[in-house]
């Protein structure tokens, strides 16, 4: 239980930091990250808390999916993934500035960014804690229809994209790098961590 308590709160904490670094680097953000930046402006709240928002959406469209009950006890990893967002953004990466940064030195945050995001996803789920609704979501197209994981990752990204778009949120060619290889990624890093976790 403590190893995979350790792999939920790092791999949360990771993916967080990941995100807040794809966003101030501005090059394009994931597709929902994007989508829940450009609520933020829209509507004054923070980035965590739209995500809080967005995500009980998601805990919804799982239910009907799944046809199932909403996994409310989702609502744990939903309020920990706000909160560690908001302060990675408002505290840990507060005075970091990198959308001035030379164009090539943005691409290499970018790319790190990515990894993070895809390393923190990978663990967190590894820990078979519940998951946040949107990757659940993914996980729900993957049992509903029998896609794979990229598959299915790449179906909800491009939802998200256009949505972001229209909401007006930062969405740039980084976007379009999410869409298609975000979700390759994730496979193969939650496959390297149930691995780790197992010979822990």
């Known amino acids: ?10 791999g949360m904490i990771i993916a967080c930091t990941g995100v807040d670094l794809v966003i101030k680097v501005n090059i394009g953000a994931g597709p929902w990250d994007a989508f829940y930046a450009g609520t933020s402006e829209k509507i004054g709240l923070s980035i965590g808390t739209c995500v809080i928002i967005g ?3 998601f805990l919804l469209i799982n239910s009907l999916l799944l046809r ?8 744990i990893t939903i309020i920990l ?11 840990l990466l507060k005075n970091v500035y990198l959308a001035n940064l030379p164009l090539l030195s943005r691409w290499l945050v ?11 996803i990978g663990v967190y789920l590894t820990s078979r804690f519940p998951s946040m609704p949107y990757d659940g979501t993914m996980l729900a197209i993957v049992e509903r229809f029998r896609l794979n994981m990229n598959f299915s990752r790449t179906i909800l990204e491009g939802a998200g994209l256009l ?38």
């Open 55 to 57: 995500q009980i959406v």
């Open 81 to 91: 993934w706000g909160l560690i967002l908001d302060f990675c953004m408002k505290f």
């Open 1 to 10: 239980m403590l190893k995979r308590s350790i792999f939920y709160i790092a």
């Open 110 to 120: 970018f790319l790190a960014g990515v990894i993070f995001i895809g390393i923190g």
């Open 163 to 200: 949505a972001a778009y229209f909401i007006g949120g930062p969405v740039g060619l980084g976007s379009v790098v999410f869409v298609f290889f975000l979700g390759a990624f994730i496979q193969i890093c939650s496959r390297g961590a149930e691995k780790l976790l197992l010979k822990s």
């Open 68 to 75: 199932k009950r909403p996994a409310f006890e989702s609502a």
